[in-house]
């Protein structure tokens, strides 16, 4: 099963990956999720918000694995850690950061 780099356009399936993953769990599903079971479709977007969210930033990897016909099985994201600050979509670029000089971004 191939894995690979998830693409923006993956974000609802893998939404719909975990929200059946994690359909009874107990902290995702009963707890935060209490009406999951009445509203399926609202349990799938409260993921694929969060996804979109963590896409924005640099931080997040997001990795998928697809099947033979390409359709979104299994999904994989973590957060980097690092001593740099994240930027996102708002990072500036490295000629503008080295034209600042000293100027730091703490």
């Not at 998830?6 to 009963?30: I, K, M, T, W």
């Amino acid at each position: 099963m191939p894995i690979r780099q998830a693409h923006y356009s993956d974000l609802r399936p893998a939404a719909e990956v975990a929200a059946a993953a994690f359909l009874e769990d107990e902290l995702f599903g009963e707890l935060m999720h209490p009406y999951r079971h009445q509203y399926p479709e609202d349990f799938i977007h409260a993921w694929q918000q969060d996804f979109r969210a963590k896409w924005l930033q640099r931080a997040y990897v997001f990795l998928v694995a697809v099947d033979n016909n390409g359709k979104v099985v299994g999904l994989a994201t973590w957060e980097r850690e690092c001593g740099e600050r994240q930027f996102g979509l708002l990072d500036p670029s490295p000629s503008l950061q080295s034209d600042l000089g000293d100027l730091r971004w703490d």
